[in-house]
């Protein structure tokens, strides 16, 4: 159990400042995915029809319809819950992944644990737990992971990394020496299989390295390109001067092309799942040429989500029929046949 300062209360602000600064806010990265320097190259003659193309791919035993991860977003106060809830439905009605927001919340105060518990909603989905990795150094245990997992019955756990996050917030959690053994113990006690996720700066090929021997199952790039979490503190924090610590940073980290390529290269095998910036289904096909399993995206459905159920299965259904149609022009006809497509460097 964390025993750190920053009890549910202040977590659960926290929680509601990120969905409305995330919302409201431009809080875009300045740098780019560098996915718009790759380009498939066109088939004229694809020799293949459109409605053979199969975008569906197996994860840790679940067969999803789309490689797409409605990636780890919310949890821990009502908004959030609501939150949760459309996405489990736009996932089980398209075959998408899904992942939670942090459950650290709910491990201190179980009234939150309802929050998060989307199986009901979503039976088939490949769902994901998720906490924060640093937590480890702050007394949780194998066992505070086990329960996050069974809370929602999750098929995998996600720990995330945020370290530059972390330094940046007032409230922070920083002490991440020593984690990795933390990391490896987890991979080895738990009951699911682990997946590490940075929050939109990237892993670099060094961290993919050690990640990969301590026994991670799949790596989630969540590179530079996207959200930017240092503009997110900074607009939460009230001090001029640490705001603008925190506005420093906003062209920090390494793109999410850049850090697939770093992964891929570290440990060839690993399963990767690409996140950070992907704007559409020609990215998530961009991603998985380049070496990722499945691609992930947060602001898009968060946007859609806050609208209706609906609306975000119609955004999944558009980044559906933008992959399907990028794997027909250039002559993939599944997903194991776009991972083995050349891509041009501009």
Known sequence: MNTSSNGPVDLSSRKADHIR??????????????????????????????????LSTEIFGKRLAVPILISSMTGGISEAETINRVLAIA??????????GSQRAAIEDMSLVKTFQVRLYAPDVLLFANLGAVQLNYHYTSDDCQRAVEMI??????????????????????HFSGLLKKIEQVCRLLSVPVVIKEVGW????????????????AIDVAGAGGTSWS????????????????????????PTADSILQVKNAAPDLLVFASGGLRDGIDIAKCIALGAAL???????????????????????????ELQICMFASGAKNIAALQKTSLQRL
């Open 21 to 54: 600064i995330n919302l409201e806010e431009e809080v875009k990265s300045s740098l780019t995915t560098d996915l718009e320097h790759y380009r498939f190259t066109h088939r004229a003659l694809p020799e293949i029809d459109l409605d053979e193309v199969d």
């Open 91 to 100: 996932a089980q009605e398209t075959g998408a992944a899904i992942g939670v």
């Open 153 to 174: 019955e999750a098929d995998a756990l996600i720990l995330h990394l945020n370290a530059l996050q972390e330094a940046l917030q007032p409230e922070g959690d920083s």
């Open 202 to 217: 990237g892993i670099s090929e060094q961290d993919a390295r050690r990640l990969a021997s301590a026994g991670v199952s």
């Open 231 to 254: 503009q997110v503190e900074m607009y939460r924090i009230k001090d001029i001067h640490r705001a603008r610590v925190a506005a420093a940073f906003r062209d920090w980290g390494i």
């Open 295 to 321: 691609g992930g995206m947060a602001g898009p459905f968060l946007k859609a989500a806050v609208i209706s159920p609906e609306e975000t299965i119609a955004v999944i259904h558009e980044f559906q029929k």
